[in-house]
């Protein structure tokens, strides 16, 4: 339940939430129509959603196999034995369908080719450089399937709030519930304090999990400070940065990832594509730099 990663042995009782999955480099998985006690599912990923797997990726082998025990009940009634399905939108924070009303804070949106683009690893050393600088930071993962690894990770790197689509009762987003997920974290981390919000769009910008809805919704862009791209090669970054222009009038502000790991890459994208190209892991200071001279923020002292 505090999102820290445990090994799986036969026979174990773990407790999952149903939903679905569409990821490239793992499993692919529906909800059932129906399930009942004694039915096989599989694990997604490694959240702990729950599903019929649907396609699996060779790299990672065959799912987890599960046999379905039964639903988890809450009671909410005192002194009564009728039992409610358990939802994890039953604990989420207040949903927003609008952020009209709410103070504007530059957002620093992380989108990426694919997942394993570097868009995690971009967005900590982001939210590490902006907290030392002073500023109250949140964090959050807007799109993509249930884990909270990601987000615990950008609150060690300094975050001041982090939050994510499980936060708002949602196990996987998709183009449905991918809108309300994103108003409703930048709303919280608005009211929280933020003077300044990094955003990751799990997956990639053609993905099944909503990232093309909030790049193509106005009010969510209306925030936009800075977008930061990530792609694994420089055939990545041409194909991003074509349909980021040509399908939602966007143009990143830096390209990283492993697109830029050595010069082969930086000095196509920089000369060839003419968009900066900064490394995360090995010159995140400048990438830092870069992004923070974007947002027009003043330093401030905590």
């Known amino acids: 339940p505090r999102g820290r990663m445990v090994r799986i042995h036969e026979g174990d009782v773990i407790v999952g939430a149903l939903g679905s999955r569409n990821a490239l480099h793992g499993y692919s998985g529906i909800v059932p129509q129906s399930i009942k006690a004694g039915d096989t599912l599989q694990i997604l990923n490694l959240g702990g959603v729950i599903g019929e797997c649907t396609s699996i990726n060779p790299e990672v082998g065959k799912p987890f196999d599960i046999e379905v025990l039964g639903s988890v009940l809450i009671f909410p009634e005192f002194e009564s034995r009728e039992g409610v399905l358990a939802n994890i939108a039953m604990g989420s924070i207040e949903r927003l369908s609008t952020l009209q009303g709410l103070p504007r804070v530059p957002v620093v949106y992380v989108a990426g080719t694919c997942m394993?683009?570097?868009?995690?690893?971009?967005?900590?050393?982001?939210?590490?450089?902006?907290?030392?600088?002073?500023?109250?930071?949140?964090?959050?993962?807007?799109?993509?399937?249930?884990?909270?690894?990601?987000?615990?990770?950008?609150?060690?790197?300094?975050?001041?709030?982090?939050?994510?689509?499980?936060?708002?009762?949602?196990?996987?987003?998709?183009?449905?519930?991918?809108l309300l997920a994103a108003r409703t974290l930048l709303g919280e981390l608005v009211r929280k304090g933020s003077q300044v919000i990094v955003a990751e769009l799990g997956d990639g910008i053609l993905g099944e999990y909503g990232v093309r809805d909030i790049l193509a919704d106005r009010e969510l862009m209306s925030y936009l400070q800075c977008l930061v791209f990530c792609?694994?090669?420089?055939?990545?970054?041409?194909?991003?940065?074509?349909?980021?222009?040509?399908?939602?009038?966007?143009?990143?502000?830096?390209?990283?990832?492993?697109?830029?790991?050595?010069?082969?890459?930086?000095?196509?994208?920089?000369?060839?594509?003419?968009?900066p190209a900064i490394n995360a892991r090995t010159n995140s200071k400048a990438l830092g730099e870069l992004v923070y001279n974007r947002l027009g923020l003043p330093e401030v002292s905590k």
């Open 231 to 275: 792609a694994s090669d420089p055939v990545g970054v041409w194909g991003g940065l074509k349909i980021l222009e040509e399908t939602f009038g966007l143009k990143p502000d830096v390209i990283t990832g492993p697109a830029t790991d050595n010069a082969v890459g930086t000095s196509y994208i920089e000369n060839k594509l003419g968009v």
């Open 116 to 178: 394993n683009s570097g868009k995690t690893m971009a967005s900590c050393h982001l939210v590490r450089h902006l907290s030392n600088l002073g500023l109250k930071v949140g964090a959050c993962k807007l799109t993509g399937v249930a884990l909270m690894r990601d987000v615990l990770e950008m609150t060690d790197y300094g975050a001041d709030w982090g939050v994510s689509f499980i936060d708002a009762g949602i196990p996987s987003t998709t183009p449905r519930t991918a």
